[in-house]
């Protein structure tokens, strides 16, 4: 057994407590490679700053809250894993389990975004009616959970997040309280996803559950305040079918067997040196 040599420096507390940190925060991908959840992490810490801009902090907090729910399910997952504990798969699984009284860190996800999301749809500038508070908690919720579905390859959540972001952001009409906190969470998605999309192409970090479901928190967040009422429950209506299909489906084979979705899909990542299953995250 080897030891220090004498009189050479320890590793401060602090030292040892971030590189275990560190050593948490990374997961080895779907290609093979070890990437850091601290992308995730510092994408949370952006999309909460910049909605402090929205009307009042309450957002940022809402926000804040859902990113942690999801970083809570990163980084304790895998600790179950590790000590032999059964561990739960999609919304369907995640439900099952509490059904039999086990509260898995996807099902307090599962319950406590939605919390979230219609409390903030509650208290989001007017006009507002009580039925559309439900729908657009449920249309924020829905896309936290569609953009981590998608976060099985390198930057495919961000392809997604970007335009739509980039769109609502732009494209918004009104001047009035509501319309520009839309603007404002827009941004807020659209700043930190641009600035991880690199180092997720490049396999250098992962968003994973606590940046997926943050971006799409606010981009869902977003539209529920910049667009209209039919336009609203029409992708309400989009995003339940296609979490239902991801239940039956998987999103990866339906695009790899489609030549544009596929293209899109390569653009600007690494080649793959390693196939392994669908879920990229199990470490």
């Known amino acids: 057994m080897t ?50 801009r929205s009307s009042g902090r309450l957002d940022a907090g809402l926000l804040a809250g859902v990113g942690v729910l999801g970083l809570a399910d990163d980084l304790l997952e895998p600790r179950q894993r590790r000590a032999g ?6 919304l369907r699984g995640h439900l099952g389990a509490l059904r039999t009284g086990r ?14 999301t219609v409390a903030g749809a509650a208290a989001a500038p007017g006009p507002r009616a009580g039925a559309m508070v439900l729908a657009d908690g449920a249309l924020a919720a829905g896309c936290a959970n569609l953009a981590n579905l998608l976060d099985l390859r390198p930057g495919r959540a961000l392809k997604v997040v970007l335009p739509a972001a980039v769109a609502l952001s732009a494209l918004t009409p009104g001047e009035d309280t509501r ?29 994973g559950d606590s940046g997926a479901n943050v971006l799409g928190a606010a981009v869902g967040t977003a539209a529920a305040r910049a667009l209209p009422v039919p336009a609203r429950l029409t992708l309400l209506g989009v995003v339940v079918a296609l979490t239902l299909a991801s239940e039956k489906v998987s999103f990866s084979a339906v695009i790899d067997s489609t030549p544009a979705l596929r293209a899109m899909d390569l653009l600007g990542r690494r080649s793959s040196p390693v196939t392994t299953g669908d879920d990229g995250r199990t470490p």
């Open 103 to 116: 509260l898995t860190t996807g099902a307090a996800k599962a319950l406590g975004i939605p919390l979230l």
């Open 3 to 52: 030891s220090s040599a004498p009189g050479a420096a320890q590793p401060s507390r602090a030292a040892r407590i971030l590189q275990g940190l560190r050593l948490e925060l990374r997961r080895t991908n779907f290609s093979g490679r070890s990437v850091s959840l601290a992308e995730g992490a510092l994408v949370v810490a952006t999309v909460s700053s910049l909605g402090l």
């Open 179 to 207: 319309a520009r906190s839309g603007r404002v969470l827009a941004v807020a998605a659209l700043v930190p996803a641009a600035l991880a999309l690199p180092a997720d192409l490049r396999e250098h970090g992962m968003l």
């Open 85 to 90: 504990r059964a561990v739960s798969k999609g």
